[in-house]
């Protein structure tokens, strides 16, 4: 047999095993896309049976306090579940070394946590029935720093499928419990005592996804076992601190975008108030997790890799993810602009009418954001993380200041106002600073590159 009769299926299998590839990561996008969709016909549909479960004003008391507790989840898992996926996917198996200390540190930051939300219930006395409110969704702050941290794992093992299940199975729970409330007739105190059943419950089964990786035998994706143990020095917990901050920082960043609007109208303005605002920001939250599934849960540990080895997989992301999350956030935010109108007061009833107009505003901040995902990741990636965080710091001002100022003129129209110029400053700063530090001077790909990386014709081309 010839040389060649002899490599030929070899270089024949060059651009099957990439179909393959693609195909995968098809059904993995698949997979986590099916699942955010459940996540969100949940989310939503847990907002129109508690709005009509509860009176306006304690379903307004239940959205403030939950609003505030989910913001401080950054804190409670102090970014440890970012660090672990730039850590592992620059380090590999070796990585390992920071996972002892990283618990340690997110164990003590959810115990401080959870004390403070019991401080702030005790506080809300003798309005008895929001301190009990805030003391039940306490128990919401553990489960959110373990979801946090086992959707690092699964993304490190590559079992998207699993993600998917757990990231949906919380807001299924949660379902549950308002359709029980709302069948039985129950009020909001039941609604929280529910929701912290789900949280304990959620805790427990992260647990049990979690022991391999715990103990440092889970394979990792992408990486090969390691030869031998790690020769350098332990990590302290001080070297976790310094390297989640950047982490925490953007995270509390984030949410502070989208919940701080809803406690300043609670707080500030009525609790109808926040029950107004809170269902169309609950709608903007479930379609802000297209890129966060993208980018966050899929692509994002392969960034770190590419980012030292794969200059062209950057170039692509830059160019492709950018532009495309731009245009499918314009007909996102069209779709949802369109049947805010009509269908908020059906679902929701008359006294939420005004939801729909606020909804509308708040929509001309889709695309900004979808945009901005994307080429944030690529400062994530490639070694900008501080300036990156920076810039969101500059966008949370920019956010503060528009809420301090339009809120008082214009009540929730004026805080959803404030969330888009905020969405707007920061994609913009993120796109100069990702065409200045991470694609300057590049040629970038066309098309055919486009193709050709996918077909695996770039192997044969000349």
Known sequence: MSPSAVELPADRAVPSRRRNRLVAMLVHLGMLGLSQVGV?????????????????????????????????????????SELWLQRFGQQGAEAYRWVRPSVRVVTACSALIVAAVLLWGFGALPDSRAAT?????????????????????????????????????PHLGRVLVVLAVWA??????????????????????????????????????????????????????????????????????YLLGMYLGTVVAGEFLSPEAAALLSVPMSVLAAVYLVPRVVYQQY???????????DRDAILLAYRYGGAGMVLLGALVAALVAVAAGPVLPVLLGAAYAD??????????????????????SLLTSGGLLRRKVAYQGVGAAVYLAALAVATPLWGIMGAATATVVAEVALCCLFWVAVRRRVVAGATLPSWRDVRRRLTGEESRAS
């Open 40 to 80: 969100t016909v949940a989310a939503f549909a847990t907002q129109i049976l508690l709005a009509r479960s509860l009176s306006q004003a304690a379903f307004g008391t239940f959205t403030t306090a939950l609003a505030l507790i989910s913001l401080t989840a950054p804190l409670a898992v102090f970014g440890v």
């Open 355 to 376: 939801s729909a107009a606020v909804l509308a505003v708040l929509a001309l901040a889709i695309p900004f954001r979808f945009g901005g995902a994307a080429v944030a």
């Open 184 to 253: 039985a007739g129950l009020g909001v105190v039941a609604a929280a005592a529910g929701y912290a059943v789900v949280a304990l419950l959620t805790v427990v089964a992260c647990l049990v996804v979690m022991r391999p990786f715990l103990r440092g035998v889970m394979p990792l994706e992408g990486h090969a076992p390691a030869a031998a143990p790690p020769s350098h020095r332990p990590v302290a917990v001080r070297d976790v601190l310094g390297g989640a901050l950047p982490f925490v920082l953007g995270n509390v960043f």
């Open 133 to 169: 409110v805030r003391v039940l969704l306490a128990a919401v702050v553990v489960a959110q720093a373990a979801l946090g941290l086992v959707a690092s794992v699964q993304q490190l093992r590559g079992d998207y499928r699993g993600l998917s299940a757990l990231q949906f199975a």
């Open 299 to 309: 692509f994002l540990a392969k960034l770190h890799r590419w980012a030292g080895s």
